[in-house]
């Protein structure tokens, strides 16, 4: 799995209520990183880290 197609899919994600990880949508985790140091988040799908991302995807639901 790769970032750029996980990036386009369509998803509503829900808070976790966690600081280091305040989304999750099924399996999807998305990671809060040291910014602007590092990327602002970072993907992470069944606990692998998929890629690093600053821009918020469009077509992702933030709760």
Do not use: H
């Amino acid at each position: 799995m790769t970032l750029e197609p996980c990036l386009n899919t369509p998803l509503s994600w829900a808070r976790t209520g966690q600081g280091e990880f305040p989304y999750a949508a099924g399996n999807w985790l998305i990671r809060i990183n040291d910014f602007p140091a590092e990327p602002m988040y970072t993907l992470l799908v069944d606990n692998r880290e998929i890629g690093d991302f600053d821009d918020w995807p469009p077509c992702w639901i933030k709760p």
